[in-house]
Structures are given as structure tokens and as C-alpha cells.
């Protein structure tokens, strides 16, 4: 039993695994995000990291362990009772919908979402600041890719989310648009005092926003903590680099 509200409590991974066949994704990996809080996941391509935000959003299921929000067991639930919960996602590519103008975008997400036009009027400050306001009347589909990008962000914060599951918001945008995402975690964080999961392989936007990181590589977490230490331990480094086999490092060692 459990007696916190869905809605503000803590997002829990606990020992959580999942395996596709034979192939173990990640093992035995805990963690917690707490309410309003900022968590960036990092790791090398094939990780697990998108994997990860499909089983807390209930894409996909788990192997074994659970993911709590408030208490509340939230994987293996479907997607649309997740996000009623206010567990919402975010894609690594686009996700809007073709063919549509940006108000129609806009639109859909609230009735998908069943919220209100309010939401929308709070949004303005973001939809105006990313120049997706100026363009209100045009075609999704036809918009340059950081546009359409920030459109896809600003439509996951229709569902007036309380956590938020950011799978590489900065993946293609240019250098100079990267600061939409600084101003579109911040903006999150104060209108709807959501918590943030941020999966990003751009480094300097975990440094400059994560208070704290973990660090997924070969299905295991393999380190914890503020981004600048975490980001100097050698194996971190390692896995990033995918260096030296540390056997060869210590024979290395032996011969110097
Ligand atoms: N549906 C699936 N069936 C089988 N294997 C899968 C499936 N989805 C993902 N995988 C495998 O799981 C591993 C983890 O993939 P995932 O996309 O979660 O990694 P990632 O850390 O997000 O990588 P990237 O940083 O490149 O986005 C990869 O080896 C991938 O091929």
C-alpha cells in the first residue's frame, strides 16, 4: 500500500533488468529522481538509455524489478495511464504530426492529453521564444528540424507533466540551438515544477544543467554523482572512449 500521491511522489527504478532474448539491455540498475527534480543518464550508443524510457513510460516491459512514481508501480502500465499520471516522454526523433500546422500540433496534444486551452496560453512565453509562434499557421512537416524539434518538446509539456523523460533533446540541433533546451528544461522545471530525466550525449548540457548524473555501459551502472567528477573517473572515461582492454593497461603498467 502506499501513501503518497502519484502526482508529487519520487520516480523509482528498483533493481530494475530488462533483456531482449538472450541479449541483457541493462542489470540490476537503481535509481531515484525526486519530485522536481533533475537526473541526467548518460552512456555509449547502445546502452540502454532509450530502452530505459520506454520501460518507465510503459512501452515495454520489464525483465525483472519495478519503477514506482509515488509509490504507484508504473511499468508494464499502458502508455496513456502513465501520462494521466503525469509521466510524460519526450522522442529522440521528432514526433509531431505531419501534414499539420503547428496550432493543429498543438491542439492534438491537448485533446490527447485531455488538457485545456490554458495550457496553451502557458506555453506562449516557450512557443514565442523558440520562433514556433511566428510560424503558427504553417506545416509542421515543412518547418526546419530545430523547429520541428522544439515543437515536439513544447507538445510533451501539453500533458502538464509532473516527470519528464527527455530521450536526447539536443540530437540534431545546431551548436546555436542548443540553448533552447536550457531554456526548455528551466521553463519545465518552473511553470509545471516537473522532475526531469535527461538522457543527452551532449556533455556540456549535462555539465551546465544536471546536478547529478548516472552513467549506463554494458547494461550496468557504472557510476553516480555531480557530472564533473563522475565525468573525470578513468572507467567513465573508458567507456566513453572505449579504450584499453584494463588488462592490457596493467600489463602497460608492468612494463613502464
Ligand atoms: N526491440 C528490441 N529488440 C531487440 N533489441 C533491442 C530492441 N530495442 C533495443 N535493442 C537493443 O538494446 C540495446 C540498447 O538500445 P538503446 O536504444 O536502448 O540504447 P541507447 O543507450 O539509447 O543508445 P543510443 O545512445 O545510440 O540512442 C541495443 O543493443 C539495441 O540494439
Redesign the pocket.
Given at each position: 500500500m502506499s501513501f503518497e500521491n502519484p502526482s508529487t511522489g519520487a520516480l523509482k527504478a528498483d533493481h530494475i533488468s530488462?533483456a531482449?532474448?538472450g541479449?541483457k539491455?541493462?542489470n540490476d540498475v537503481s535509481f531515484t529522481l525526486q519530485p522536481g527534480g533533475l537526473l541526467g543518464v548518460i552512456?555509449?550508443?547502445?546502452?540502454?538509455?532509450?530502452?530505459?524510457?520506454?520501460i518507465i513510460s510503459g512501452r515495454?516491459r520489464l525483465s525483472s524489478g519495478e519503477v514506482t512514481l509515488g509509490g504507484t508501480r508504473v511499468d508494464g502500465r499502458p502508455v496513456y495511464e502513465n501520462t494521466s499520471r503525469g509521466l510524460v516522454r519526450s522522442f529522440?526523433q521528432t514526433a509531431t504530426f505531419h501534414g499539420y500546422t503547428i496550432e493543429d500540433n498543438l491542439l492534438s496534444a491537448l485533446r490527447f492529453s485531455k488538457s485545456d486551452l490554458s495550457i496553451l496560453e502557458r506555453l506562449m512565453p516557450l512557443l514565442d521564444q523558440f520562433g514556433l509562434k511566428a510560424n503558427w499557421g504553417r506545416n509542421a512537416e515543412i518547418l526546419p528540424y530545430g523547429l520541428q524539434k522544439m515543437l515536439g518538446l513544447t507538445m510533451a509539456l501539453a500533458a502538464r507533466p509532473k516527470m519528464l523523460l527527455l530521450?536526447?533533446p539536443a540530437?540534431g540541433l545546431e551548436k546555436s540551438e542548443r540553448d533552447n533546451i536550457d531554456t526548455y528544461v528551466r521553463f519545465a522545471r518552473e511553470e509545471f515544477g516537473c522532475g526531469v530525466l535527461l538522457?543527452e550525449?551532449d556533455m556540456e548540457l549535462i555539465k551546465r544543467l544536471c546536478p547529478s548524473i548516472i552513467v549506463?555501459d554494458g547494461g550496468r551502472l557504472i557510476a553516480e554523482g555531480a557530472p564533473a567528477e563522475v565525468l573525470s573517473y578513468p572507467h567513465v572515461i573508458n567507456a566513453y572512449l572505449g579504450g584499453a582492454d584494463e588488462n592490457e593497461e596493467d600489463a602497460d603498467a608492468q612494463h613502464s
Open positions: 530488462k531482449f532474448g541479449l539491455v541493462f552512456g555509449p550508443n547502445g546502452a540502454g538509455k532509450t530502452t530505459m524510457i520506454n515495454l529522440q530521450d536526447e540530437a538522457v550525449h549506463l
